[in-house]
């Protein structure tokens, strides 16, 4: 079973540039047909697709926040990460990283069980 682990900041002020890490265990990121997935949960409110990187370093970006969202990988490490520049308190979420044989994106209503293995999460709060 993949394990996920994601690591960040806490606490970051508005317009600075988020860098969340997930490291992965029990599997590598380069298997074949495994998409790495970007979500996170605002308060209140259901997940939303950030983006995901396939096994062979394709990446997706949600639109909406294609432009302020960059998602990068170091196979080297078995790592993935998400950097979201130009934050607002709007961004205050909690932050997953998940892994999935199927392949979602924005267009779908996801929960956490549609993934096949996801991280604990971690808290983003963006305040001056």
């Known amino acids: 079973q993949v394990q996920l682990q994601e690591s960040g900041p806490g606490l970051v002020k508005p317009s600075q540039t988020v860098s969340l890490t997930c490291t992965v265990s029990g599997g590598s990121i380069t298997t074949d047909y495994v998409y790495w997935s970007w979500i996170r949960q605002p308060p209140g409110k259901g997940l939303e697709w950030l983006g995901a990187?396939?096994?062979?370093?394709?990446?997706y970006y949600n639109p909406p926040l294609k432009s302020r969202t960059s998602i990068s990988r170091d196979t080297s490490k078995n790592q993935l990460t998400l950097q979201l520049r130009s934050v607002t308190p709007e961004d205050t979420a909690v932050y997953y990283c998940?892994?999935?044989?199927?392949?979602?994106?924005?267009?779908?209503?996801?929960?956490?069980?549609?993934?096949?293995?996801w991280g604990q999460g971690t808290q983003v709060t963006v305040s001056s």
């Open positions: 990187i396939t096994n062979s370093g394709s990446i």
């Open positions: 998940a892994a999935s044989n199927n392949w979602y994106d924005h267009n779908h209503a996801l929960t956490l069980n549609d993934f096949d293995s």
